[in-house]
Nanobody, 123 residues
Framework: QVQLVESGGGLVQAGDSLRLSCTAS????????VGWFRQAPGKEREFAAR????????FYADSVRGRFTIFRDIRKNTVYLLMRSLKPEDTAVYYC????????????????WGQGTQVSVSS
């Protein structure tokens, strides 16, 4: 099972940008999918974006589409989440996760998880 480590979180102001990284130790297989989820205080974990490792196809939740971009660097075994025009409601712990479901948006579609990184957006 792949191990995932997130980094890049922090405290920013509304309108700022931030880039999160998710680095995998162990091999990511061509049929794997890597996703980003987030969990705000008192709320359930929600899907944000995913990318197919083999062809780079992406999918976004409506709440982040147009503001967030997910992309990968195969040589570095790393998936990034570039977040622009951040809003206070984007404040959450952000997790990356890996699975094999090509259309996965549920937490249960992703068996491997990182420890999370905190993103806080002040107004």
């Amino acid at each position: 099972q792949v191990q995932l480590v997130e980094s890049g979180g922090g405290l920013v102001q509304a309108g700022d940008s931030l880039r999160l990284s998710c680095t995998a130790s162990g091999h990511i297989f061509s049929n794997d999918v890597v996703g980003w989820f987030r969990q705000a205080p008192g709320k359930e974990r929600e899907f944000a974006a995913r990318i197919a490792w083999n062809d780079g196809r992406t999918f976004y939740a409506d709440s982040v589409r147009g503001r967030f971009t997910i992309f990968r660097d195969i040589r570095k075994n790393t998936v990034y989440l570039l977040m622009r025009s951040l809003k206070p409601e984007d404040t959450a712990v952000y997790y990356c996760a890996a699975g094999v479901s090509p259309y996965g948006v549920a937490s249960t579609d992703f068996p491997s998880w990182g420890q999370g990184t905190q993103v806080s957006v002040s107004s």
